[in-house]
């Protein structure tokens, strides 16, 4: 792969940097953390995606999620096509949308009833007006490297002071809309119990990726999330599990299946719509039934339940639910932990490879990672060295160090040797 022609990539960057903010839709994409110019897919398949200068990648980005079953799965273009066939909005109730809601509910067991939105954002930001609603009350406790989307409120990390007043993480985030967000340090009961002692009976909810997979990718250590649901509970708070990222990726259930934690509302994204715009929220039916039309919290959506989106995701998530892909997902992901592992001790350099399943993240630190300041110490120059490296040998992982990396049920036993023997290399002659 080295030496490969990126002329056309190239040409259309230039072009789209006339047209598009930094050329791109999404900022991450722009390789602003590894430097360097992204390449322009044309064309996926399986583990693989194929830039349109005809080079060929191994991905572990997997469209940052969503393609679980890999790419152009063959269930997922049929239920598209046969779903476009028959229109492709409808804007009245459609039988797709009860399927899709009977299958989340059916996998994730703390879900009584689920609102269908168009990407995570929006179900993060329904999820915590909703619980504002339910509650009665204004403030919502993050966790610092944790992502939500960009909603307003939630674009915040933590800062000095941050037990009562956040700071906009965003220019274009007034003051205001953050005075009710408390950041906190993931993984620390401790200031957990100080956020809730600050602000007694006045947290509506706390929501927190349950596997922060937003700032590379760290566990929850044993019995932290345990803490969080026996201490919002006690403080009537609404637990939020933003499982955008990790349901129906680390089991059917998501992490609260995994860790055997029920949270009163859960956020969903990503895999659930087969690679079409999609989010949902859900949860327990006397929280949901808080929602216009039976309720006073007001969300809705012109294309919310699109039956091209619907039709998608209950492809994917049928392929799924039978449970055996993720035993094989966690077979390919112990054989690139290993692999990873045994490489980079032989290259001497120092590296944490958190993994859950088919997610994970290689930071290049002798620290474990357990919280963002764990993996602020991670050596980026080194990882951007690692990236194009493995790129110019035909290996795709995302373009910055706080991403994670995902693994697909199209990948094989293959690929990830040939991405062991890859980083092998790499790791040795570009970093020792
Ligand atoms: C991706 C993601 C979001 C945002 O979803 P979008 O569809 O990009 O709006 C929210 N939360 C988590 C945990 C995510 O990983």
Redesign the pocket.
């Known amino acids: 792969m080295t030496g490969a022609s990126h002329t056309r990539s190239q040409q259309l960057f230039a072009e789209a940097l006339e047209y598009i903010p930094g050329g791109v839709n ?1 900022p991450v994409r722009a390789f602003r953390g590894v430097g360097g110019e992204p390449f322009f897919v044309n064309r996926a398949r399986g583990s693989r995606v194929y830039d349109v200068d005809g080079n060929e990648y191994i991905d572990y980005v997997c469209t ?2 969503p393609a679980i079953l890999g790419h152009a799965h063959p269930a997922i273009i049929n239920a598209v096509k046969e779903a476009a066939e028959a229109g492709t909005s409808f804007g009245i109730p459609n039988p797709l949308e009860v399927k899709m809601a009977r299958l989340i509910r059916s996998a994730v067991p703390s879900v009584d009833k689920v609102r269908m939105c ?7 930001m329904s999820a915590i007006r909703l619980a504002r609603g339910f509650t009665r009350r204004d403030k919502i406790i993050k966790f610092d490297g ?5 909603v307003d409120s939630l674009l915040v990390k933590a800062g000095s002071g941050a037990l009562t007043f956040g700071n906009p993480d965003s220019a274009g985030v007034p003051a205001a809309f953050t005075q009710h967000t408390v950041v906190l340090p993931f993984n620390d009961p401790d200031a957990l119990k100080a956020g809730f002692g600050a602000n007694s009976d006045r947290v509506a909810g706390v929501i927190v ?1 349950p596997v ?3 700032a590379g990718v760290y566990l929850p250590e044993p019995g932290y999330l345990e803490f969080l649901r026996e201490i919002t509970r006690s403080h009537g708070a609404l637990l939020i599990f ?5 349901g129906f990726r680390l089991a059917p259930g998501g992490a609260q299946e995994r860790f055997g934690i029920t949270p009163d509302l859960t ?1 969903f ?2 895999i659930i719509g087969g690679g079409l ?3 949902a929220f859900g949860g327990r039916a006397e929280i949901m039934d808080c929602l216009a039309p039976l309720g006073p919290v007001y969300q809705a959506g012109t294309l919310s339940g699109n039956p091209l989106a619907m039709a998608a995701g209950i492809a994917a998530l049928e392929e799924l639910l039978p449970g055996k892909a993720y035993d094989r997902l966690e077979q390919l992901g112990a054989q690139l932990e290993a692999g990873m592992k045994t490489a980079a001790q032989q290259a001497r350099v120092p590296i944490q490879f958190n993994r859950i399943g088919s997610m994970f993240c290689a930071y290049f630190t002798e620290r474990p990672v357990h919280n963002l300041a764990d993996a602020m110490t991670s050596d980026r120059a080194r990882f951007a060295r690692f990236f194009h490296g493995m790129l110019a040998e035909g290996v795709y992982f995302a373009p910055s160090q706080f991403e ?1 990396g995902f693994i697909s049920t199209a990948h094989t036993a293959e690929d990830i040797e040939r991405t062991v023997r890859a980083a092998a290399g790499v790791l040795k002659s570009q970093i020792q």
């Open positions: 999404s940052w999620g168009n990407s995570g954002t929006e179900a993060t944790c992502y939500h989307g960009h990726e922060p997979g937003n933003d499982e955008v990222m990790t956020c994204g990503k715009p999609v989010g994670a």
